[in-house]
């Protein structure tokens, strides 16, 4: 596995998770802005998806043309084998944190 | 929205060239529908042009450009590709010897004055940094605000410096200068002013400057001085002066209780010897008292550790309140403001400046020439280097067939200009050695510079070189980059056109005109030159000698060289006529009170005769004692005395120290001063005892033996000082010397600009007969002339020229006529049409060789080898 997973990468992974096989640029990035309530931009968003295709994380490829966008193609993400490991991962190390903390962490 | 999807489409392909963005552009489209519906469409316009630069700048699209380029090579700049770019520019340059001798010797002579002003530059940010603690010593600096007028003065009143040393903690040292001292000692007849400086021995916890003999306290001490290294040897030699007494005109004798050891010259501060405050009681009680008001040339240097600045300069303030009543008085508010010493230079020029100042304006306009010079340079380079382009074409294609990109066309194109300017910059480097001296003579207060190269100044040469080498390398970089491969294998260049375009037109005429306009300058300056020595000055000055008195009896030396036959008259006088005079007097109408300011010459009866002064009205002086003394005057100082409507005797007038003079004849009015000084109200008095001067008129058609019979004359009367004779017209000649100066500066500049727009001149000449060899071949087999050859080639800048002198002239006219006289002085009718026309003639006639040069050479070769060549 090359290095860490990012706070952000990691929500931009579960995030196409979550969406599937409509997970491209605009929804994920309106995704994002829902749930996580963050404003990023396009550029960010971007680079990110670019290196996280170049980790290993993800694969994309081009879509049909569709009458929506100016018969523009989108560009559709796939997470791959090695970010379902990386993910399940690091959802073990937290739940384990998690049990292991010494005091109450589910705050309200 | 289609506007916006052009210009998005256009930046995406200007920063990603080829890149794959289609998706890109969807996700943005999409991005910004969904905006627009959930709030308005500025917003939706606003956020949308924030993602778009956000893309634009991001790693996504630089990493889809790279995969995109379709080059298979390496992408960046390795060792092996520089080598190889270095090796092809070296070749080339080899080959086009005469392109690169062009270039190499137009750049670097654009470069030498560029040098220079880089040099001074840096120098002058070195300036004071070599006091320990530098940069925490601060001068104290006074805003005054008087009726509404806000003046920064580099002076404090003197109340608030001393107030602030006892209660200020927080100053570590400080020191208070007056610069008002200026011992006058005689010295071969001539009056020295020395440049001096009250101070105590705190100066010496401030500044860095070590004592080589005697000790800091002595300044304690009345008529103590301190004084230089180079002061020392100027007024004593090699003998030591330490315990020396130095008699001054003005201050008594000062004895030397104190040498400095040499100094750097780069800093601002400028003495000749330092005296305590002591030394002047009048002086000291008027700079000790609590003085508010009137504090001129009163500085004050403190060292304050930097964190403790904003907090003394408080408490300084609150002194300063205390101040305000006096202030009140004169109807003025100050408040003090903390100046590092080394921003003192180059810095901002405030008023009453202590020291040396080189303001930033005069840098500025100083890099302002520089660039005049240097921008014209770096044209010519681009345009001769766009010339070769006809054989260089070819190289351009196969490269670009073989899979060149256009960024590596490029960067060999800056690398051959870099290599170009580093050459240059090295030659520039030698002739900034040769004009240095020239400069530091022409420049006031240059002599603190020392233009030394230190390695520290080449490296930065170098990265001047590399800057110029890569902006002149854009221009033509560019051009070749764009060439398509095909044109380029096919036929040569596509733009392979005859003519030059408008604006390499235009910059051809501008250099000229530039070159005009600095050929005049000497012009209009020679001619003020050769009038102001021809000019009528309204006295004798043909074979005068002046001899410095030296205290010497006038009475000896009158009769020793009356008796010699060569010597036909002699006479004294306080002051060489022709020179500047020094010295205000004030005289008034008995029991008046207007005064006349005048000059005083003190002469003896001999003077006016010697020197064919005409007279107005009355007889010259005596040597006769009377009650009142007699004086005699100029035709100015009359008009002034009438003017003041005295009752009582018009010829009586009482002098400034109560003396009571008759005035028993009036001079005509002649230019006892330099032609650029007015004619000021003149008396001369009988004194010759006082007199510095003696004139010896000598009529001999053996210059050199009368001279050495003079000197034989005088070893033998005054064997312990030296002979040391003048004459009146050398003297006169060297008191113009501005004007020599000032013709050197305009020639120096003119010879650069005149060797730069010829080689231009040049590099277009050879550009467009080189592209027409074939259609000059054609013509000539067709029966043409080899005049009207020549008028066909040369036709057009005889045309750019004709421009040239349209714009110059006229504007020249101007700035010389209006603006350069009215600081020299007009001595004539001002700007004349010979000058122009010479200037003219000279500027033109190396044009027209260059030209002629090179049309010759095309219109006289074989038509039939041109046309096979091709």
């Known amino acids: 596995m090359k290095g860490f997973l990012g706070e952000f990468e990691e929500l931009v992974l579960l995030t196409i998770a979550n969406l599937g096989n409509e997970a491209y640029g605009a929804a994920i990035l309106d995704q994002i802005a829902q749930r996580a309530n963050r404003k990023i931009s396009l550029g960010a968003l971007h680079s990110t998806l670019t290196r996280l295709e170049e980790k290993g994380f993800l694969e994309s490829q081009l879509g049909e043309p569709t009458a929506t966008r100016g018969g523009r193609r989108k560009r559709y993400f796939t997470l791959t084998g090695t970010a379902v490991t990386a993910l399940s991962n690091m959802k073990s190390l937290r739940d384990d944190l998690w049990s292991g903390a010494n005091f109450n962490l589910s705050a309200e | 929205m289609k506007y916006m999807h052009k210009i998005t489409q256009q930046l995406f392909h200007l920063f990603g060239g080829r890149a794959e963005v289609e998706d890109l552009l969807g996700d943005l489209d999409e991005v910004y529908y969904s905006s627009k519906e959930r709030s308005n469409r500025l917003v939706a316009t606003w956020n949308y042009w924030r993602h778009v630069c956000s893309l634009l700048l991001s790693y996504a699209l630089r990493r889809r450009a790279r995969e995109a380029s379709y080059s298979p090579y390496y992408q960046g700049v390795s060792a092996a590709i520089l080598k190889s770019y270095l090796k092809v520019s070296l070749r080339n340059l080899k080959q086009q010897r005469t392109f690169t001798f062009l270039n190499v010797v137009g750049l670097s002579t654009g470069m030498s004055i560029a040098l220079l002003a880089l040099a001074m530059f840096i120098e002058l940010q070195n300036f004071d940094t070599f006091h320990p603690h530098a940069e925490e010593i601060y001068q104290l600096n006074t805003q005054v605000i008087k009726d509404g007028n806000t003046r920064l003065l580099a002076s404090t009143p003197p109340a608030l410096t001393y107030a602030a040393d006892e209660k200020v903690s927080d100053i570590l040292a400080s020191v208070h200068i007056n610069d008002d001292f200026f011992p006058v000692v005689k010295k071969a007849g001539n009056e020295l002013a020395l440049r001096g400086l009250f101070t105590s021995p705190d100066f010496f916890n401030v500044f860095a400057m070590p004592l080589k003999e005697g000790t800091v306290e002595s300044l304690s001490e009345p008529d103590n001085v301190i004084i230089t290294e180079e002061l020392a040897l100027r007024l004593f030699g090699e003998a030591a002066a330490l315990g020396k007494v130095i008699q001054t005109e003005n201050w008594g004798s000062l004895k030397v209780s104190g040498v400095l050891e040499k100094f750097p010259k780069r800093t601002h501060l400028r003495f000749e010897l330092l005296t305590g405050f ?226 390499r037109k235009g910059l051809l005429v501008v250099q000229f005109a530039l070159t005009l306009g600095f050929m005049m300058g000497i012009g209009v300056l020679a001619k003020q030159y050769f009038t102001v020595l021809n000019y009528q000055t309204g006295f004798n000055k043909e074979n005068i000698a002046v001899l410095p008195l030296e205290n010497h009896n006038p009475a000896v030396v009158r009769s020793t060289f009356e008796s010699m036959p060569e010597v036909s008259a002699v006479s004294f006088s306080s002051s060489i006529p022709g020179t500047s005079l020094s010295g205000l007097n004030y005289a008034y109408f008995t029991g008046g009170l207007d005064s006349v300011r005048y000059r005083q010459l003190l002469v003896d009866d001999h003077f006016t005769q010697q020197l064919d002064l005409d007279f107005v009205w009355g007889q010259g002086l005596d040597d006769k004692h009377y009650q009142k003394e007699q004086v005699l005057v100029n035709e100015t100082f009359m008009a002034k005395i009438q003017n003041l409507k005295g ?136 029966g043409a002339s080899y005049k009207s050859l020549l008028a066909n080639l040369s036709g057009m800048f005889f045309k750019m020229w004709g421009i040239a002198i349209l714009i110059a002239v006229p504007i020249a006219y101007l700035i010389f006529d209006k603006f350069m006289l009215g600081l020299f002085n007009k001595f004539n009718e001002g700007v004349g049409i010979a000058e122009i026309l010479l200037s003219l003639l000279l500027t033109l006639g190396l044009g027209v060789l260059a030209i002629l040069w090179q049309t010759h050479r095309v219109v006289n070769v074989n038509p039939s080898e041109n046309l096979r060549n091709e």
């Open chain 2, 278 to 503: 002591q030394t002047s009681a009048a002086f000291n009680a008027r700079h000790r008292t609590a003085q508010w008001t009137d504090f001129k040339s009163n500085y004050y240097f403190m060292r304050i550790a930097d964190e403790k600045k904003e907090l003394v300069l408080d408490q300084l303030e609150r002194i300063g309140l205390t101040g305000q009543p006096a202030m009140d008085q004169a109807n003025l508010s100050a408040s003090f403001q903390l100046r590092p010493l080394t921003e003192i230079n180059p810095g901002i020029s405030i008023e009453d400046e202590f020291g040396l100042v080189f303001d930033k304006q005069t840098m500025w306009f100083f890099f302002g020439i520089a660039l005049l010079i240097l921008f014209p340079a770096c044209f010519n380079y681009s345009n001769l280097s766009i010339t070769r382009a006809l054989k260089r074409a070819r190289e351009i294609g196969i490269r670009k067939v073989i899979g060149s990109q256009k960024k590596q066309i490029m960067e060999q194109f800056l690398v051959e200009t870099v290599l170009v300017s580093l050459i240059s910059v090295a030659l520039a480097t030698v002739l900034f050695h040769l004009i240095r001296a020239e400069f530091i003579s022409m420049l006031v207060g240059a002599s603190a510079l020392s233009f030394e190269i230190t390695p520290q100044l080449l490296l930065i040469f170098g990265l001047f070189a590399l800057v110029t080498g890569i902006l002149t390398g854009l221009i033509p970089g560019a051009y070749f980059a764009k060439i398509s491969p095909l044109a380029a294998m096919r036929n040569g260049v596509e733009e392979g056109k005859v003519s030059i375009s408008g604006i």
């Open chain 2, 647 to 782: 009752n009582g005797d018009s010829l009586l007038v009482q002098l400034a120290n109560h003396e009571e003079v008759v005035i028993v004849g009036v001079l005509k009015d002649y230019n006892h001063e330099p032609l650029n000084e007015r004619i000021e109200p003149l008396l001369l008095k009988y004194a010759p005892e006082k007199a510095s001067f003696a004139l010896l008129t000598v009529a001999t058609p053996d210059m050199l033996s009368t001279v050495s019979n003079l000197e034989a004359k005088w070893d033998q009367l005054f064997p312990e000082t030296i002979f040391n004779v003048k004459f009146l017209e050398q003297e006169i000649e060297d008191s113009y010397e501005y004007l020599r100066t000032g013709m050197k500066i305009l020639g120096f500049l003119a010879i650069l600009a005149l060797v730069i727009s010829c080689l231009g001149l040049l590099g277009m000449v050879i550009y467009l007969t080189e592209n027409r060899t074939k259609e000059v071949a054609i013509r000539k087999i067709l």
